[in-house]
């Protein structure tokens, strides 16, 4: 199925020169437009349609962004009720109304004693901007310098936050290992390997000759999204905060892709009951518009006056997106929902498994889900895990794409297949969503050899 089919072959199909002008005009560092080459004109909810006509279920939903989906009527309602009012769409950081109900609507879903004391910095738009912002505020805080950080960490682009992500070429960050069942780096996987990530974290800031100052904080994803959909369990998530506070080191946590209910609990955090110092938040609470904060400990609150400042700290209209949306979630048990849907959907996703060779993995929390796609002709190491195959992930997003199904791809490999669907999608579309994404997998090891060159994957036996 081609994606110009529907298209009259007489009538220039406008898409297409749409696609060709943005290849030759924008940049070379483009990603997304890369390997999902539509041109969305109209959406709702989990649906997008692209100029050709066709229709896509949106698992990827901005990266994690559209918690209601896309034109949620709650997220047009708000928006509507601010450009109707006459307020003020640009305000720097100053009081509004509008900023006032969302950081009310906010504090009520923060963890317990994070609640009660928090302060809020409203950050320039994007989520690496209140990473950096998070930095900054440990370092004055703290008075030292260094950070940890963890691998296959996933930050954000801007200089620091890129110096703590596991991509980053040049970095003084240190980092540490994250529990990675599948690959886990001790090879024991298992609550085993998380406790020995905790022992290597502990022994680095207590050896006086490890070479590791005590840091001005550490930062962490509760489950990594960008590093291939891996859930910290949350005995680890325990011993990361008992460690650091035991040490006087801030903890960060970045929830800018957990939060908002996605994980099945309304913040990744409150499945292990942590409470972090900073908590890094963007995406979901701006209710499809940008907007970035960090919400901490007062007494972290040193900086100075404009320590962080912004031109683009006072989008109205993503507060205004951003409080319904948080009221939306919370008042429907949407983050309860996520974490069923999410149960359910990875058992049909560990039946699928099942059924291929080449699904190395599954796993996921809530609905953030990946499925790890492995040479299945190559060696499994000692932990049984295969080597990563990016050439088949390729091709499954492509087949998905054709059966009208978007999802992105993750991992240290790209090579998770990672689904994020809306959390307000039903019974039905979730079948729809793992229909199709069954059937592009069987397609895809039908028509891709493997890396090591060995003849296409095989199935194990029917789909489920
Ligand atoms: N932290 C995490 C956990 C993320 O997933 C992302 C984006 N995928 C960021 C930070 C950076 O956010 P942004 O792209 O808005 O800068």
């Known amino acids: 199925m081609a994606l110009t089919e529907t298209v009259p072959a007489a009538a220039p199909p406008a898409h297409e020169g749409i696609l060709r002008r943005q290849s030759l005009r924008e940049s070379a560092a483009r990603t997304y437009a890369r390997s999902l080459p539509i041109v969305p004109v109209r959406a709702r909810g989990l649906t997008i349609e692209g100029a050709d006509g066709r229709r896509y279920l949106d698992c990827l939903s901005g990266a994690g962004t559209l918690a209601l989906g896309h034109n949620h009527p709650v997220v047009l309602e708000a928006i509507r009720t601010v450009l109707d009012s006459g307020a003020p769409l640009h305000v720097l950081d100053l009081a509004t109304p509008v900023k006032d109900a969302f950081t009310t609507e906010l504090f009520a879903t923060l963890p317990g004693k994070l609640a009660e004391t928090a302060r809020i910095q409203f950050c320039g738009p994007a989520g690496t901007d209140a990473v950096e912002a998070a930095f900054k505020l440990v370092r004055t805080a703290t008075g030292r310098d260094g950070l940890m950080a963890f691998s296959g ?81 949350d005995g680890w998530l325990r011993r990361m905060r008992e460690i650091t506070a035991a040490r006087q080191i801030p903890l960060i946590v970045d929830e800018v892709q957990t939060g908002v209910g996605r994980t099945g609990a309304f913040w990744a955090v409150d499945h292990s009951g942590i409470v972090p110092d900073v908590i890094v938040l963007s995406k979901a609470i701006g209710g499809s518009l940008p907007l970035a904060v960090i919400v901490y400990r007062e007494e972290l609150d040193a900086w100075q006056p404009g320590a962080h400042a912004g031109t683009f700290r006072g989008n109205q209209l993503a507060m205004a997106a951003g409080a319904a949306t948080l009221a939306y979630v919370r008042t429907n048990g949407l983050d309860r929902r996520a974490g069923e849907l999410g149960r359910r959907m990875l058992d049909r996703l560990t039946a699928l498994a099942a059924a291929h060779d080449c699904i190395g993995d599954v796993r996921g929390r809530g609905l953030m889900l990946g499925v790890e796609l492995v040479d299945r002709s190559a060696d499994a190491d000692a932990m049984g895990a295969r080597p990563a195959d990016p050439q088949l992930a390729a091709a499954v997003q492509h087949a998905c794409l054709e059966r009208g199904l978007i999802v992105e791809l993750g991992g240290r490999h790209s090579a998770v297949v990672r689904l994020l669907p809306p959390l307000t999608i039903t019974d039905e579309q979730a079948e729809a969503i793992l229909d199709r994404l069954a059937d592009a997998i069987a397609a895809a090891v039908r028509t891709t050899p493997g890396p090591t060159g060995s003849s296409p994957t095989t199935m194990r036996g029917t789909s489920p």
């Open 153 to 233: 960490a996933y930050h954000g682009m801007t200089a620091e936050a890129l110096a703590a992500s596991g991509g980053a070429q040049h970095t003084s960050v240190v980092r540490l290992p994250y529990p990675y069942d599948y690959r886990c780096p001790f090879q024991t996987g298992g609550e085993r390997g998380a406790e020995l990530s905790a022992r290597w974290t502990q022994s680095l800031l207590d050896d006086p000759k490890s070479g590791v100052r005590r840091p001005a904080g550490m930062i962490l994803e509760p489950v990594q999204g960008e590093g291939g959909v891996i859930p910290a369990p």
